[in-house]
C-alpha cells in the first residue's frame, strides 16, 4: 500500500525516485567509550533527553497509529511508553553510566541486552512477545542519543535514498553524490549545516520529516518530492507515472534556468547586482565560476576542517590558493574557520556543549585557541599573494572581538614579513553580521571592519531564539519576521553612513522568493550556493529598484506576519509569469 507523507522542510529542491537506505533500526552502530568522572552528569543528562524525545516520539506515533490505522494498533506504542516510563530500566542504564562509566548509547544497548536476555529464559509467551518491544525502545533511545552515522555514509555503494534521524554536516560532505541520489532527515531545519551541504551537493532533500527512520523501510522504493513537499512511500502505478512527468519537467526547468548564465545580473532600470557564490563544499568553486558569478562572497573553510585529521598549515594553504589563482582579479572572501554549533571537528578538538549554538563556536573558538587560529591566518595571508583575498570573522558579538581577532592577524603579518613570507599588504577584513549585538552595533564595529556580510541563517536563530537545526521550533523560524527586517534596514542604513561595502550571504540571499524586498533595503552584492543563481538572476532581471523599494515601503507598514507573506510571495509569482 502506498503511503504519502505530506510534511518536512525542503531542504534542496528536486524530486526522485529509489530505493531506501535507512540509518537507524537494526541498522545502528554507535560509539562504545568510556567516560571522564566528571563527564558523567553530561552524559546523563544526554541520556535523559534522549529518552524524553523517544517519550515524545512514540507518543506522536501512537497518536498516528490511532487515527490512521486502530486503537488496538496503537496500544502496541502504550506498551512501549509503560516499559521506557520503568523506572529501574533507566536506574540500570544510570548506574552504567555514574559507576561503570560508560557512554550513553553503550550502557542503554547493555541494559537493554540484559533485560532481553531474562524475558527470553521466561517460560511465558507474553514476556518472549515483549523482546520486540524492548528491542525497539533501546532502538530508538541510541538514535536519539546518536548523532554521527559516518561509517554506513561513507560504505554505501549504490543508489539509495538515504533516511536518517540526522546526518552531520561533515557526513554529507563525504556522501557520495553519484549514489545518495536524495537525503530525507527527522531533524533538522532548512538553514542546518546539513542543509546547505545538500542544497551545495544538489541532493534532493528534505529535513525535519519526523519519526521517518521509524515509518520507512530499508529496501523500501520511494518517491521524494521535494518540489511540492511530498513524500511518498511503496508508490502506486499511478504515482510513478506522475512522478515520471514531474522527473522530465523538473529537469528542462533547470536546463531552461540554466541558460541565463551569460546574462547579466542587471535590473529592468540597468542598475547592476553583484552575484557571489558561496563555498561550501570544494567542488562549488568550479560550479560558481560556470555560472559566472562576481566572485566568492563565502568560503566556509569549515570543510577543510572536517575530515579525520586537522588540515596543517601547508594543506589549507594549497586549498586557499587553488580558489584564489582561479578566480583572480575577482574576489575570494575567505571566513576563518565557523567550529561549533552543528559542525563538531573531528578529533574532539572542540568540545560538545550544552548550548552550543550559544558556545565556543567560530571566532569565540579561534580566539581560545590561538596557536590554531595563527595557522589559519597565515595559510589565508600567504594565498593573499596570489589573487583577490578577503579575510573574514564569523560571529562578531562585540567590538572588543573584533579587536582582539585583528590583533592576531597583525601578529601573524609580523611574522609573516619577518620571515620574508609576501601577502597582500591591504588585504581587507571584514565580518559577519550574524548575531543581533553586531547588527546594533555596526556603527562601532565599522570602525574597525573593511566590509559586512549578513549571515541570516544565524541572525534569525539568535534574534528570534530559534535553533536553526530543530525541527521543533522551525515553523518559527521566520525570514520575513518584522524584527529581522528592522534590523536589515538598520544594517543597510548603518553601513551606507560608514561607507562600509555590505553583502548578504544566508540562505535567504539565494531564495528568490525574498530578492525584491532585500533589493528594496538597498542590498546590491547577494551571495548563494551556485544552484541559486539562476533563479535570483531571473527575478533581478525582472524588477525595477523604485519597484523593490515601493514593497519594502509597503511591507515595513505592516505586522501581521501572514500578511507580509501572501505580499511577498504574491509579487514573487507575478514575476515568473
Ligand atoms: C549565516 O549564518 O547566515 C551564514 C552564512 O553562516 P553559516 O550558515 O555558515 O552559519
Ligand atoms: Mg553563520
Known amino acids: 500500500m502506498s503511503i504519502t507523507i505530506q510534511a518536512g522542510i525542503i531542504a534542496s529542491p528536486g524530486i526522485r525516485m529509489g530505493e531506501a537506505y535507512v540509518v537507524a533500526g537494526d541498522n545502528t552502530k554507535f560509539p562504545k567509550y568510556t567516560i571522564k568522572d566528571e563527564d558523567a552528569p553530561y552524559e546523563l543528562l544526554r541520556l535523559r533527553s534522549a529518552v524524553e524525545k523517544t517519550r515524545q516520539d512514540i507518543s506522536e506515533i501512537r497518536e498516528q497509529t490511532a487515527q490512521s490505522i486502530s486503537s488496538e494498533m496503537s496500544d502496541i506504542f502504550s506498551a512501549h511508553l509503560m516499559f521506557l516510563n520503568d523506572p529501574l530500566f533507566l536506574k540500570q542504564i544510570s548506574e552504567e553510566i555514574t559507576l561503570k562509566k560508560r557512554n550513553a548509547e553503550w550502557a542503554a544497548d547493555k541494559i537493554s541486552r540484559a533485560f532481553v536476555e531474562s524475558l527470553n529464559a521466561a517460560d511465558d509467551d507474553y514476556f518472549r512477545e515483549r523482546i520486540a518491544d524492548i528491542y525497539d525502545i533501546s532502538r530508538r533511545v541510541i538514535a536519539n542519543l546518536q548523532k554521527r552515522h559516518t561509517d554506513f555514509i561513507s560504505g554505501i555503494e549504490r543508489e539509495v535514498i538515504l533516511f536518517a534521524h540526522d546526518i552531520t554536516p561533515s557526513e554529507a560532505a563525504i556522501m557520495n553524490r553519484q549514489y545518495i541520489q536524495a537525503l530525507v532527515t527527522s531533524q533538522g531545519g532548512k538553514t542546518s549545516h546539513t542543509a546547505i551541504m545538500a542544497k551545495a551537493l544538489q541532493i534532493p532533500a528534505f529535513v525535519g520529516v519526523k519519526n521517518i527512520t521509524f515509518m520507512v523501510k530499508n529496501g523500501d522504493t520511494v518517491i521524494v518530492d521535494a518540489i511540492d513537499g511530498k513524500l511518498i512511500i511503496n508508490p502506486d502505478e499511478n504515482e510513478i507515472s506522475e512522478f515520471g512527468v514531474k522527473y522530465k519537467e523538473f529537469n528542462e526547468r533547470q536546463a531552461e534556468l540554466t541558460k541565463l548564465t551569460s546574462l547579466s545580473a542587471r535590473t529592468l532600470d540597468k542598475k547592476d547586482i553583484f552575484i557571489y557564490g558561496n563555498i561550501d563544499i570544494p567542488q562549488a568553486a568550479e560550479s560558481i565560476q560556470s555560472r559566472g558569478a562576481y566572485g566568492i562572497g563565502l568560503f566556509r573553510s569549515e570543510f577543510l576542517f572536517l575530515g579525520d585529521s586537522l588540515p596543517d598549515e601547508e594543506k589549507q594553504f594549497k586549498e586557499y590558493k587553488k580558489v584564489v589563482e582561479a578566480f583572480n582579479p575577482r574576489p575570494v572572501t575567505i571566513r576563518t ?180 524586498l532585500l533589493l528594496g533595503f538597498g542590498f546590491r552584492r547577494f551571495s548563494m550556493s551556485p544552484d541559486c543563481m539562476p533563479g535570483i538572476k531571473r527575478i533581478i532581471r525582472s524588477v525595477t529598484i523604485a519597484e523593490c523599494e515601493n514593497l519594502a515601503k509597503e511591507i515595513m507598514g505592516l505586522y501581521n506576519s501572514e500578511e507580509i507573506e501572501n505580499i511577498v510571495r504574491e509579487r514573487f509569482k507575478n514575476k515568473l509569469k
Open 337 to 516: 574557520l565557523d567550529a561549533g554549533g552543528d559542525k563538531i571537528l573531528p578529533n574532539g578538538k572542540n568540545r560538545i556543549e550544552l548550548n552550543p549554538f550559544l558556545g565556543c563556536r567560530a571566532i569565540r573558538f579561534s580566539i581560545k585557541n590561538k596557536e590554531f587560529f595563527k595557522i589559519q591566518l597565515r595559510a589565508i595571508l600567504r594565498a593573499s599573494a596570489f589573487g583577490n583575498v578577503k579575510l573574514m570573522f564569523p560571529m562578531i558579538s562585540t567590538p572588543d572581538e573584533l579587536q582582539q581577532a585583528r590583533t592576531i592577524t597583525e601578529d601573524v603579518k609580523d611574522s609573516l614579513r619577518k620571515e620574508g613570507i609576501p601577502f597582500d599588504e591591504n588585504i581587507q577584513v571584514g565580518i559577519m553580521i550574524e548575531v543581533p549585538s553586531a547588527a546594533i552595533n555596526a556603527d562601532i564595529l565599522a570602525r574597525d571592519a573593511d566590509f559586512f556580510s549578513v549571515g541570516t541563517n544565524d541572525l534569525i536563530q539568535y534574534l528570534l531564539a530559534v535553533d536553526r537545526i530543530n525541527e521543533d521550533v522551525a515553523h518559527l523560524y521566520n525570514h520575513l519576521d518584522l524584527s529581522l527586517l528592522k534590523i536589515l534596514k538598520l544594517i543597510v542604513v548603518t553601513a551606507a553612513e560608514r561607507d562600509i561595502p555590505l553583502s548578504i550571504c544566508g540562505e535567504m540571499a539565494g531564495e528568490p522568493m525574498y530578492t525584491m
